[in-house]
């Protein structure tokens, strides 16, 4: 079974541009997650999707963030005017269940993304 | 969300038992005790999880006080590719947001 599938795996962007980081969840899975890892700090939630449709992006920051999970296709994490703040480690999880808990959350190897 | 407090690092030999402390004093009746783990670049990977009994499976054993406020996860025998961050994270029945703090970060001396 292939497992959360992110690409890419390295990403490098000047201030300014954007940034698209991309999730394929585990077969089966219609629930996906988007953590971000900073240097030094520990994983912090950003946002829930199922397809097409955002359940929770309390931990997105208001401006220049935006995901989609759409009906084909992987899920896109996307970041407009970058800087460089925004260079972290970003992970998908995703799981089969929601809502009902406990579940396991399996997780991507990550985007790391630089900012230069 | 409960907070939980584990040790910034520890140490173990090779083919020897682990044992990881966690302390939630503040622990609700709903949460859910997790452990994942994170080996160097790379995603976190679940290890475990329990509610009020201890848990067995492949990976670990995880052992949890009477009053619930301390849980231990242990690692029967220690290998050199068992060293990783240990996060201890609660969650409630349904929750799915994942609060990682800064965990454990296990060394495995050959």
């Known amino acids: 079974n292939a497992g959360v599938m992110q690409n890419p795996r390295h990403l490098v962007r000047r201030r300014g541009q954007e940034a698209r980081l991309r999730c394929s969840p585990m077969k089966g899975h219609s629930h996906v997650y988007w953590y971000r890892q900073l240097p030094e700090e520990g994983l912090k939630f950003m946002v829930y999707?199922?397809?097409?449709?955002?359940?929770?992006e309390s931990g997105m920051p208001k401006e220049r963030f935006s995901a989609e999970f759409p009906k084909e296709g992987p899920s896109i994490l996307r970041i407009q005017q970058v800087v460089r703040g925004d260079s972290a480690a970003y992970f998908c999880a995703s799981s089969s269940t929601a809502g009902t808990g406990p579940y396991e959350q399996y997780f991507g190897p990550g985007t790391r993304l630089t900012v230069t | 969300d409960a907070k939980t407090t584990q040790p910034n690092s520890m140490e173990s030999n090779e083919e020897e038992p682990v044992h990881l402390p966690c302390n939630h004093s503040?622990?609700?009746?709903?949460?859910?005790i997790h452990w994942y783990r994170q080996l160097p670049s790379q995603g976190p990977e679940y290890v475990i999880h329990g509610l009020t009994s201890n848990v067995n499976n492949r990976m670990a054993s995880l052992a949890i006080a009477e009053d619930r406020k301390s849980s231990t996860l242990i690692l029967h025998r220690a290998t050199l590719r068992d060293a990783a961050v240990y996060y201890c994270?609660?969650?409630?029945?349904?929750?799915?947001?994942?609060?990682f703090g800064k965990g454990t970060k296990l060394s495995v001396i050959p």
């Open positions: 994270i609660l969650s409630g029945a349904g929750s799915y947001q994942l609060t």
């Open positions: 503040t622990i609700s009746g709903t949460d859910y």
């Open positions: 999707l199922q397809k097409e449709n955002i359940i929770d």
